[in-house]
């Protein structure tokens, strides 16, 4: 964390898409500041730009302009082993479409970042306790009777809860959330945004992205993505 208690910043970040000969500015100079264990939820339309800057501020994509810094580490001046360790250990990160892998079952998607992250020999020495942390976090997301299910046999609340347990299984200090509710009816995206509340309330920082404001108002801060800027709700 740097010396203003904020765990991420970003200052003037800027997005252009080419597409042929025109370029689309999807962000146009965005700054905010995220202090350790706030809960702030990022609103704005469809096509706003708000998945865009959330991989910016994962490091999933580079800024054609602007510093994002993530407890003080300018992202842009990185190494890739640091930027790999960012990605890795600091942030986890639950995506819009939950990017589970059909391949393996729920207890192995949820494991697989701490697989990657220390490579085979370390995965072997490791793997009593990660396959430990994995059954808590399974059992408490309510998974534990799931353990053994491909992503496609799972309800689409069920497969949310995967893509969070993933994100949370190298205990990272920054989550990011994407649209956490879209595909999912108003009762079960409820029970999904009491998960991120309790995280909240046990310490957790959250940055979650959103174009529904009754859903950002579970957070503690709203602020607002309109014209490629932030602004205030
Ligand atoms: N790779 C790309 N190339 C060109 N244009 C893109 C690309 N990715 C996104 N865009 C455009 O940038 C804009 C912002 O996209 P983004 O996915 O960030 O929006 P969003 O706010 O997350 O929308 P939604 O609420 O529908 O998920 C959109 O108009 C989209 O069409
Ligand atoms: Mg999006």
């Known amino acids: 964390m740097n010396e203003n208690g904020f765990i991420l910043e970003a200052e003037n970040i800027c997005k252009f898409y080419r597409m042929g000969a025109t370029r689309l500015k999807v962000l146009r100079g965005?700054?905010?500041?995220?202090?350790?264990?706030?809960?702030?939820?990022?609103?704005?339309?469809s096509g706003s730009g708000k998945s865009t800057l959330l991989h910016i501020l994962g490091a999933l994509?580079?800024?054609?302009?602007?510093?994002?810094?993530?407890?003080?580490?300018?992202?842009?001046?990185?190494?890739?082993?640091?930027?790999?360790?960012?990605?890795?250990?600091?942030?986890?990160?639950?995506?819009?479409?939950?990017?589970?892998?059909?391949?393996?079952?729920?207890q192995e998607n949820i494991f697989l970042p701490s697989m990657?992250?220390?490579?085979?020999?370390?995965?072997?020495?490791?793997?009593?306790?990660?396959?430990?942390?994995?059954?808590?976090?399974?059992?408490?997301?309510?998974?534990?009777?799931?353990?053994?299910?491909?992503?496609?046999?799972?309800?689409?609340?069920?497969?949310?809860?995967?893509?969070i347990g993933r994100a949370l299984m190298n205990e990272?200090?920054?989550?990011?959330?994407?649209?956490p509710t879209g595909n999912l009816d108003?009762?079960?995206?409820?029970?999904?945004?009491?998960?991120?509340?309790e995280l909240n309330r046990a310490g957790q920082t959250i940055v979650m992205?959103?174009?529904?404001e009754r859903i950002a108002r579970r957070a503690s801060r709203i602020i607002s993505l309109t014209d490629g800027k932030i602004g205030e709700v």
């Open 30 to 45: 965005v700054n905010l500041a995220v202090k350790k264990g706030e809960f702030l939820a990022i609103v704005g339309a």
């Open 61 to 106: 994509d580079r800024p054609d302009g602007g510093v994002v810094r993530f407890e003080g580490m300018d992202l842009a001046k990185a190494g890739a082993g640091q930027i790999n360790k960012f990605r890795s250990k600091s942030v986890g990160f639950v995506f819009q479409f939950y990017h589970l892998l059909d391949e393996l079952n729920v």
């Open 116 to 163: 990657t992250d220390k490579g085979i020999i370390g995965w072997l020495f490791s793997r009593k306790a990660t396959k430990r942390r994995a059954r808590e976090l399974l059992s408490e997301l309510g998974l534990a009777d799931r353990a053994s299910h491909r992503p496609y046999q799972l309800s689409g609340g069920e497969r949310q809860r995967v893509a």
């Open 172 to 179: 990272p200090r920054l989550l990011l959330v994407d649209e």
């Open 186 to 197: 108003s009762e079960t995206g409820n029970g999904i945004l009491t998960v991120f509340e």
């Open 209 to 212: 992205v959103t174009h529904d």
